[in-house]
């Protein structure tokens, strides 16, 4: 009830953005529509740390498989619960905060290698973000240091797919198998 | 197949590179990143370091002032918070020489305000549960600006300022 208008209002802002409605699926077949109200993507039973696969851990992703009625009550309270955060963000006060450089290590490295879907094609190319990246990149010249090397738009993309579908939990299999 | 990591790996020109050193605070990206870098063409020929570190304090004790003519970064201040992210900035206007120029590609608050207005309202849960720690309403420029050590030399926009694109240099 609540976030329908959300996700409508979002849908309408992008689309007013020129960005085409194929981005909120991001790749991942469970997002668009289906006449299946059941779409979930499932780990396979043989699940190995190697998989390249992307695993959503609450499979409600269907737009015709909407969150629970409570998920939508607290999507209608959370823009007010949230009122403090969003002031404190504006200030870009030092209390804003995102991850420790510890949290960052560890969670990173288990997000590394594991995505074939959330990558960095489609969403990419639908934002423009790898003309934006051979636009930049290509102006480097010299002794040369690219810092944050692992980070990358997936966090965009996931923090978009969190905002259309705040009831739903996304993981990723993860694997941090070193070199050898 | 498109790796997560090192994704901008393929657009150097490496024609026009001294050397590329990569820098990450997570071994497992640089893992990927590793994989990435033998397989590119662009990269033949050009001498590559790969480096684990903390971007926000630990750029000038291992580098030293001045020592880079390019600093890059895509993507990575929004998982490092404010706080983070202006002393990863402080960091990199150190290091970069003072002819240099310094790259970023970032997330950013979007000029368009009802979108900017949602990204406020959602960029907690989803940074926490979402987006992987990456707090996608940024005000970039602002904090290059708090820096007082980078000046934007060009900025660009795109997706209606959900990323932006700057060349700083030092001030």
Redesign the interface.
């Known amino acids: 009830m609540v976030t329908v208008p959300m996700r409508a209002?979002?849908f309408c802002?992008?689309t007013?953005?020129n960005?085409p409605s194929e981005l909120l699926a991001l790749g991942n077949p469970g997002l668009k529509h289906s006449s299946s109200p059941i779409s979930r993507p499932r780990p396979p039973s043989n699940s190995n740390k190697c998989s390249?696969h992307v695993i959503f851990d609450k499979g409600g992703l269907d737009i015709s498989s909407p969150p629970t009625i409570i998920s939508r009550r607290l999507a209608l309270i959370?823009?007010a619960l949230?009122w403090p955060?969003?002031c404190s963000?504006?200030s870009?006060?030092?209390?804003?905060?995102?991850?420790t450089?510890k949290?960052?290590?560890s969670?990173?490295?288990?997000?590394?290698?594991?995505?074939?879907r959330l990558?960095?094609?489609g969403a990419?190319k639908l934002?423009?973000?790898d003309d934006?990246?051979?636009?930049?990149?290509?102006?480097?010249?010299?002794?040369?240091?690219?810092?944050?090397?692992?980070?990358?738009?997936?966090?965009?993309s996931?923090?978009?797919?969190?905002?259309i579908y705040?009831s739903?939990?996304?993981e990723m299999q993860t694997?941090?198998?070193?070199?050898p | 197949m498109i790796f997560f990591s090192g994704l901008n790996l393929d657009k150097y020109e490496g024609s026009q590179l001294s050397s590329l050193t990569l820098l990450d605070i997570s071994e497992g990206m640089l893992n990927e990143a590793k994989r990435r870098v033998a397989g590119l063409e662009n990269l033949q020929g050009v001498p590559v370091t790969i480096i684990t570190a903390d971007a926000t304090k630990d750029l000038v004790d291992r580098f030293g002032n001045q020592s880079f003519d390019t600093v890059v970064d895509s993507f990575s201040l929004c998982v490092m918070g404010s706080e983070g992210a202006i002393q990863c900035l402080e960091q990199m206007s150190q290091i970069v020489k003072s002819t240099g120029q310094v790259l970023l590609l970032e997330n950013s608050r979007s000029d368009n305000s009802l979108l900017g207005i949602y990204q406020d309202a959602t960029a907690e849960t989803a940074a926490m549960v979402g987006g992987k720690g990456c707090v996608y309403n940024q005000n970039v420029g602002a904090l290059i600006r708090r820096t007082g050590c980078l000046a934007v030399q060009e900025e660009r926009s795109y997706a209606a300022g959900l990323f932006r694109a700057y060349v700083c240099v030092r001030s």
């Open positions: 209002g979002l802002l992008l007013s953005l960005i390249q959370r823009p949230l955060t969003y963000l504006l870009t006060s030092p209390a804003a905060r995102a991850l450089p949290e960052s290590s969670q990173y490295d288990k997000y590394a290698a594991t995505y074939d990558d960095g094609g990419s934002l423009g973000i934006a990246r051979t636009e930049l990149i290509r102006r480097a010249r010299g002794n040369v240091l690219e810092i944050g090397v692992g980070t990358g738009e997936l966090t965009l996931l923090s978009l797919l969190h905002a705040p739903e939990t996304f694997t941090n198998s070193p070199l």
